[in-house]
Nanobody, 123 residues
Framework: QVQLVESGGGMVQAGGSLRLSCVAS????????MAWFRQAPGKEREFVAT????????FYADSVKGRFTMTRDNAPNTVYLQMNSLKPEDTAVYLC????????????????WGQGTQVTVSS
């Protein structure tokens, strides 16, 4: 089994920054693509970013492009999401996910999910 544990969420004012982390255990981490999704109350789960197995390639939703950066470190089995210039509309629970395929932007393409970490951006 795979376990994904997110951390780093919190409350921040608009324009601020947060760095989320997701630690994976239970599988060969470097064999899998990883992604971040987010879900606001009453809304569908939304793709944020994904990164390839090696970490060389990444892809972002238009809504976060230029503000968020996803990276990974395969040594401690961790992916990160650096979020800058945060906006109130970024408020959501952020979840990391694991997939055997890169460049997937739909939730059903991901096999394992963390529990999520809350990000709240105040105006």
């Amino acid at each position: 089994q795979v376990q994904l544990v997110e951390s780093g969420g919190g409350m921040v004012q608009a324009g601020g920054s947060l760095r989320l982390s997701c630690v994976a255990s239970g599988r060969t981490f470097s064999s899998y693509a990883m992604a971040w999704f987010r879900q606001a109350p009453g809304k569908e789960r939304e793709f944020v970013a994904t990164i390839s197995r090696s970490g060389i390639s990444s892809f972002y939703a238009d809504s976060v492009k230029g503000r968020f950066t996803m990276t990974r470190d395969n040594a401690p089995n961790t992916v990160y999401l650096q979020m800058n210039s945060l906006k109130p509309e970024d408020t959501a629970v952020y979840l990391c996910a694991l997939s055997s395929s890169y460049y997937k932007t739909t939730p059903d393409s991901y096999d394992y999910w963390g529990q999520g970490t809350q990000v709240t951006v105040s105006s």
